[in-house]
């Protein structure tokens, strides 16, 4: 009897440190670790690649119809490769894009060369500016991943009076072409990945940025569509780049290419093999959130 109650003990005490790991484990998955993904060149390939850009609408609202004055210094707040950092390019004198990731800073030099952009390691909490001395800061899909709090006190600091800060974000993206295939994509987005990503994302991109406290009293909100081309094999290379996925492996132990075979599994649940052969139609929401900070008076 002593054995089996000494067994039985053990085996209690082994459930719980199993199910302590898996916690420690979805805890670190789940909170806000961002210096810690997007660090793999082949992922930042994958990001850069796949990725949306910042639409030349929302730039040229920020431009035209936010501004008072032509842009002199952009900075672009968790620029990742820099995709919507060169969009600017032709818009202001200066660019600068800022990520915390020296892997994807690295990918952003060696893809865009111009002479007025360039990128530094940096963070949100210590943007690379002088006080007043910047017209325009963005965040393209990446404020879920700020120190808000930090971060808003880094676009006081150095905007100029009359300055705009704009939050984008594209959450969700559908497919156009194939209910099957969409309804797969929802089901991967959230619930099979869900819990892998921040809970913080969740939140941000259920409201589509539009729940963050903006600084500042001028507030405006801009939405357009993107539809962009994509094939079945680009669209797992596109779920291969999101945290959730990198989160998920990690967990699981897989690699990259066995982490794609299994969401290839799962989203073969929902369509037939056909579709993976047919060319496609990603759908987004893009929104922008922007702030204007107050003119000086005079």
């Known amino acids: 009897m002593r054995l089996q109650y000494a067994q039985r003990l053990e085996l209690l005490h082994l459930h719980k440190m199993k199910w302590l790991r898996f916690a420690s484990r979805r805890f670190i998955a789940t909170t806000m670790h961002p210096e810690k993904l997007f660090v793999n060149s082949d992922l930042s390939q994958r990001y850069a690649k796949y990725r949306p850009r910042l639409p030349f609408e929302h730039v040229e609202t920020i431009v035209n119809k936010l501004l008072i004055r032509a842009p002199k210094l952009w900075i672009d707040v ?23 990731s020296e892997t994807q800073i690295e990918a952003a030099i060696k893809t865009h060369d111009h002479p007025s952009l360039s990128f530094v390691k940096g963070s949100c909490a210590a943007i690379p500016a002088e006080d007043e001395s910047v017209d325009v800061i963005t ?30 974000c594209y959450p969700d993206p559908t497919i156009k072409t194939s209910t099957s295939l969409s309804s797969a994509l929802d089901y991967i987005n959230h619930q099979f990945l869900g819990d892998y990503f921040p809970d913080v994302r969740k939140k941000y991109f259920s409201t589509r940025y539009t729940s963050i406290d903006l600084p500042f ?23 291969s780049s999101w945290s959730g996925f990198q989160n998920y492996c990690n967990e699981q132990g897989l690699s990259v290419e066995d982490g794609v075979s299994v969401i290839d599994r799962e989203m073969m649940k929902f369509c037939s093999h056909s579709v993976a052969k047919d060319d496609h139609v990603l759908s987004y929401t893009c929104t922008m959130v922007s702030a204007v900070k107050e003119d000086a008076i005079e």
């Open 78 to 100: 968790g620029c990742g490769p820099g995709n919507s950092t060169q969009q600017i390019i032709g818009y202001s004198q200066k660019i600068i894009g800022v990520d915390i």
């Open 139 to 168: 965040a393209v899909q990446a404020a879920h991943y700020f120190d808000l709090p930090a971060f808003f006190a880094e676009v006081s600091r150095t905007l100029k009076p009359g300055g705009v800060v704009s939050l984008i």
């Open 217 to 239: 009293d001028r507030h405006t909100e801009h939405t357009i569509d993107l539809d962009i081309p994509i094939s079945y094999p680009e669209l797992l290379d596109l779920i």
